[in-house]
């Protein structure tokens, strides 16, 4: 084995989507058949050698493994999960026969076809990203069945860069891992950790070589508490797995990465492994107190999960401190760099003021490379950066808009009452007389598929091409069409569609002070979907309606009842880079009540029913246990702060997806909305069970047509996933709807899609009433 040294400064990983989605509309062109395997091989690897190059002149070695190995395709879950050959037995037609599976049957694992549901999707700890949760079985025969992160290094090497392979290391990957539905009650996929770990061994020997002399095995799941594993076998697995791979005879030296938190407990057992260099998250973790060792320990003190430029003193000393528990310290970013856009220097939209705040992944990585040379050359050396760094940090908090007397004054008078509706027996009784819906009411949860029209009508209002009269009426067209077609295909609760919407955020975002648009902030959000997350910089307010005229236009269009959309306070909070100066807590209450304004202008124009959709609300919840009740605590009340206001006739909606509903059940029971709509269909009604055995006692929408996938669930699929939940759950509480909005779906899809999920809804009410 080859004795290289650590880089002084690394990232763990970069955005992989391409700085203008480039990765995006080539995989998506592939899978429309307009261009060939061959050819989105060929521009993956010019994306790759553009990234390379890009991250070497931003200040990374290029001959030092400081450049990280971490392209993906669609998930770098998914990619382990091929690599050491976990197909589910599903789609074993699709596996060559050396275990290998080209991309279409990579892509179909991921979003199924007309015969085979993908495998589930869910999020990445307290991120919006995505990841596809692998399927194990006791009989899942592990073998090194994908050389691809093998010829991507080659690929690097022959370019002339030496990069650091990356995957995700073997705890997690069978941590964030399901049983598959054949295996036994009790199984776990853990419980196969020294079946995968030779596979692993193998890959390791393989990448040395092919001249790999480190490799980033990432380990985010040793951070996690919300994992239903007693620790004390986390523990242990970690133990018997870098053990092993420590004690390698043929292995690249060995950097163990765990972002998203404190790896507390897991530290020294990490240690004792024999690996030689550990990384810890320093922007949400804490440094070891006690703590000493002779393995190399990598501060990520450059947080890779937000936007705004860095205190570069307070990073350094972090990094001084931290020398004093190992004397070889390196700085990375905390977390991979996918989860920001790449260059601020792309947004000259923003004013230049706010752009000397901020910090994408490039500058990020500029900072990194700043830091490496103080470690190397001493302090004195970085003076000029960590001197700007902090006159950025005082312009900003001097800046008009971040702080506003009357925002502030109007939070600081709320009191309980604020927060609080009438009983929901009483809302019931009114909602179903003035509301008079059938038994399970069948809705949709808000957008109707975005065209090219549509988008191109919005591009060419934004450039002036078109007047504000002409885009207004191009807008209702489509919601006349989004209407008429709903009420041909007999569906209960009616919406309008959402044409005028870019994003869920993003257009809230761009109605309200505080906040700020970007133009080329694009971010993964999973496999080709981006979303282009908004800047929330000040404080936050509602200077007009927003919503109201849409509302009421499709309200005069049917008899119908209409749904109102809000996109709820945690998740515009969770979907935007959010303001670090003040605790989330006061930033939610300002948000909740520019929704509150906007709630009351609708049901003031006669909206009877106002979905505020929170799908965020587990996504941030804390992974320390500790710091849950806390988190809780403010983003129900939030939720209430904007919802609470309306009189009892008026049915609040909520909606919640991609998440693992069951450990936030009385929080949702909390928010106290007349009806949730929840991700279900994928998962089977997973969650069913949950709310059953919680007692729920409010309208419910377990999702029964999966809208991330392009297959189309048959009428018989939809009425078994009914019958699971009216199994369950009483009848009168069960509405029936998709999992989540149509955006992103194509028009015949979704019509034959919402077509069959009306006639099995009409064949359920027909069995019961019969």
Not at 61 to 70: G, V, W
Not at 200 to 218: F, I, S
Not at 380 to 397: P, Q
Not at 553 to 565: A, E, R
Request: include cysteine; proline fraction near 5%.
């Amino acid at each position: 084995m080859t004795d290289p040294q650590f880089p002084v400064g690394t990232i763990l990983g970069y955005p992989r989507i391409g700085r203008r989605r480039e990765l995006k509309r080539a995989v998506e062109a592939f899978w429309a058949g307009t261009i060939t395997e061959g050819e989105l091989e060929t521009r993956a690897a010019e994306l790759r050698g553009e990234m390379r190059a890009r991250l070497a002149a931003l200040g990374l070695d290029a001959t030092n493994s400081a450049i990280p190995e971490a392209f993906s395709f669609y998930d770098q879950v998914l990619d382990a999960a091929v690599t050491v050959g976990a197909v589910p037995e599903r789609f074993a037609d699709l596996v060559a026969a050396d275990g290998s599976l080209d991309l279409a049957g990579y892509f179909t694992l991921a979003r199924g076809d007309s015969d085979r549901a993908p495998l589930e999707m869910t999020k990445w700890f307290d991120s919006n990203y995505h990841y596809l949760v692998p399927e194990i079985a006791p009989d899942t025969q592990f073998d090194l069945a994908s050389v691809r992160l093998l010829r991507e290094v080659a690929e690097a090497t022959v370019s002339g860069y030496r990069t650091r392979p990356v995957i995700v290391g073997p705890v997690t990957l069978l941590l964030l891992s399901k049983a598959s539905e054949s295996a036994p009650d009790g199984f776990r996929p853990l419980d196969r950790l020294d079946d995968l770990l030779p596979v692993y061994a193998e890959l390791l020997a393989a990448l040395t070589a092919v001249g790999a002399e480190w490799v980033q095995l990432d380990e985010p799941a040793l951070v996690s508490e919300s994992i239903d594993i007693p620790r004390t076998d986390v523990l242990g697995a970690v133990d018997r797995a870098y053990s092993l791979l420590a004690a390698s005879e043929v292995r690249p030296r060995i950097f163990v990465s765990a972002a998203y938190g404190d790896l507390g407990d897991a530290l020294p057992v990490l240690d004792a492994t024999g690996v030689d260099a550990i990384g810890l998250d320093l922007a949400r973790g804490s440094l070891p107190e006690g703590f000493r060792t002779e393995t190399i320990l990598v501060g990520g003190v450059v947080d890779g999960r937000n936007i705004w430029r860095g205190d570069l003193a307070a990073a350094f000393g972090t990094l001084e401190v931290l020398r004093e528990h190992s004397p070889s310290v390196a700085v990375s970013t905390s977390t991979s760099l996918f989860h920001v856009p790449h260059d601020v220097d792309d947004e000259q939209q923003l004013p230049q003021r706010m752009r000397g705040w901020l910090a994408f992944a490039d500058q990020k990585v500029a900072q990194v490379a700043t830091l490496a040379r103080g470690l190397a050359e001493g302090r004195a050396a970085i003076t000029t950066e960590v001197d700007a760094a902090t006159a950025a940090l005082a312009d900003r908090a001097s800046a008009d808009g971040v702080r506003v007397d009357a925002v502030r004054q109007r939070a600081a008078t709320l009191g309980p009452a604020d927060f609080a509706r009438g009983d929901y027996a009483v809302r019931a009784d009114l909602q179903a007389a003035a509301l008079g819906l059938p038994l399970l009411p069948t809705t949709t949860i808000g957008s109707f598929p975005q065209t090219g029209d549509i988008r191109r009508t919005r591009a060419s209002f934004a450039r002036g091409d078109l007047s504000e009269a002409g885009y207004t009426e191009a807008m209702r067209d489509e919601i006349r069409r989004v209407v008429a077609l709903q009420e041909e295909l007999g569906l209960d609760v009616i919406v309008h569609g959402e044409p005028e919407r870019n994003d869920m955020v993003q257009y809230f975002a761009e109605n309200l002070d505080g906040f700020a648009a970007t133009q080329h902030g694009w971010v993964q959000s999973y496999g080709s979907r981006c979303t282009r997350p908004s800047i929330l910089w000040g404080d936050v307010s509602r200077p007009a309606p927003i919503t109201v005229d849409w509302s009421t236009f499709t309200q005069g269009l049917t008899d119908k009842p209409v749904k109102g959309m809000l996109t709820g306070p945690v998740t515009i909070l969770a979907w935007s880079f959010v303001r670090d100066d003040q605790p989330l807590r006061d930033t939610a209450n300002q948000v909740a009540l520019a929704l509150r304004d906007e709630i009351a202008d609708l049901e003031g124009a006669g909206i009877r029913i106002i979905q505020v959709d929170e799908p965020a609300l587990r996504e941030l919840l804390p992974l320390r246990r500790q710091d849950q009740p806390d988190y809780l605590d403010w983003s129900v009340g939030a939720f209430r702060l904007a919802t609470a206001g309306v009189d009892d006739r008026t049915q609040i909606h909520t909606h919640l997806c991609y998440s693992e509903f069951g450990v936030v059940l009385d929080a949702i029971d909390r928010l106290d909305a007349d009806v949730t709509s929840i991700e279900a269909a994928r998962s089977r009604m997973e969650v069913v069970p949950d709310v059953a055995a919680a007692g729920f006692p409010r309208g419910i929408g377990p999702g029964v047509y999966d809208i991330h996938s392009p297959r189309v669930p048959g009428v018989d699929e939809v009425v078994s996933l009914i019958d699971i939940a009216i199994g369950a759950i009483p009848e009168r509480q069960v509405w029936v709807n998709p999992d989540c909005g149509l955006k992103t779906r194509g028009y015949d899809e979704t019509v034959q899609s919402l077509r069959n999920i009306v006639a099995a809804t009409a064949a359920v009410r027909e069995r019961i009433s019969g």
